[in-house]
């Protein structure tokens, strides 16, 4: 793998044999990708035209590269290696060919050459506990990979649920420490991309769009981009007309779940999901979970692995000590306020009985008790 | 305590009209019934929206049950938005009892009172009964409206999230990484509704409970407005008004 040069996309385009037509063709699909209207068209044309391809450093921490599998199966904006033409990934070790010292020294050559200019590509975190040794990369602990790698990027992409939230290996009780990027990485724009993978064509369109525009895409408060995790998966959902009309399947294989009615009560995630599953689909827009009859896990929310049992709709509080749901806990509590105010009743009672019998001896005392 | 021992009849020079002082101003009371249903209405609707156990059969476009019930609980919401609005506008302006059981936990006085008060409610004898709210129902009641307040913010970052970046979004749309995400934000929500429920509970055995034993008119008083007093019951602290 060689460094990035200053070729365009569209140079990088040619020199692999494609022609114009299928140029302007790719220009449209991303256009398309991104919710652009054909007026844009023209635009990024222009910016595969003229702008450098960026130089991208995708490091791998603790994780389990669904990210990456996920993104070589991008279906729209075109296939998998005209992206890798349009970005110069420089340095990753899942896809790369070189090994060893050789691609370290690509990496800190990229970091030198193109300080404040490449794009930072993160998919997995790192562990922080015992100087980070539990993820070593090239004989350095990834932690102080990210930290190095990251201090000259001009932005960062949190792959996945485990780069922007945590996932399953910051997931309770977190033995290693692990901690999503944006806790370790301050002041520099991270864009967080959850989902475990996170679907193949939001992965490229991210690219596409910091490509096209120079610009990063418009984040929501979670630092996750507008256009693919605006809206919950519920909202979108085509069962949500059984979610209003109280249809539900209540155990598997039932008449309801043979009907296809809604899985909000076999714990789907979907009110509380925000991803583009239900509009964009996987595997090229064949299905997605709901699709084939299973609930949503909510896997591009933060903690869902702690948000179990999935296919249960409120989960388990963590008291310690105790393992309960909202209601189990609520129940309890009011039982508790019956009992007391029991207690309370019969002890009243009691005095008052108690009171009753000593009255005719203490009339003449109780007189006395006034002063 | 000297102020336990009270006797437990009135002064005979004293009639039950002359006893009477109006406390419950016409917003209090309407806004204590607004509260009190809304809160059953979202109570009840909110276990259903939880786990919906009546199932419909037949064509999704014959029915809107759950539709019906989420719009129950929105509706109700509001309402208890509002209910709690007047309340705490009339804390401002209204008579004194409508301040009456502020816990001022700077002041060492306070402590006192909510000691005083815990004496008074082990004992059966009438002490000194509070005009207006206790010091102990007044720490009720700011953790009441203290957990509403929570329902309230989680409940419209929830509401708000079928329309990100519209008001509610915006304005308490804040809570959901707060919280550590929608989901958790849902069961927070639920556990503490369960909680208000708690507290309803207490509430109803207090009321009940002190007007039977200091025969004071209390549950009359929330409808009518007017309680029953003593000489030597304390009067409510003047301390905004």
Redesign the interface.
Known sequence: MEPSDQFTTYQVLQRHGVDRRDFLKFCTQSAAALGLSAAFVPKVVAAMETKPRIPVLWLHGLECTCCSESFIRSSHPIAQDILLNMVSLDYDDTLQAAAGFQVEEIRHKIMKDYKGQYLLAVEGNAPTKDGGVYCTVGGESFLKVLQETAADAKAIVAWGSCASNGCIQAARPNPTGAMPVRKLITGKPIINVPGCPPIAEVMTGVLTYILTFDALPEL???GRP?MFY???LH?KCYRR????????V?AWDDE?ARKGWCL??MGC?G????NSCSTFKWNCGQGWPVNSGNPCI?CA????WD?GPFYQ???N?VVPGIDST??Q???T??V???V??GA?LIT?AA??QA?KLKTPEDGAGQAG??? | MATIAQPNAPPANLDPIERRRYVWEFPVRLSHWVNAIAIGVLFLTGLFIASPVAAPNGEAYNHFLMGKMRLLHFAFAYALVVGIAIRVYWFFVGNNYARSGFPFFWRRSWYKAVFGQVVEYTHLERGHINIGHNSLAGISYVAFFAMCGFEGVTGFALYGESNPGGFWDKLVGWTTPLLGGSFRVHMWHHLVAWLIVVFVVLHLYIAIYDSVLYKNGIVDSIIAGPKFYEPGDHDADKWIS
Do not use: W
Request: aromatic share 10%; no cysteine; proline share 4%.
């Open positions: 929501d408060r979670q507008k605006g809206q919950r909202d007309a059984f979610f209003d009309s109280g249809q539900f209540e309801g909000y009560k995630r009110p509380t999901t925000f909510g929310e933060d903690n869902f948000n709709r409120l989960s509080v909202p209601d806990i609520g129940k509590l009011t508790i306020a019956g007391g105010v309370h009243m005095r008052k009171s008790e006034k002063e």
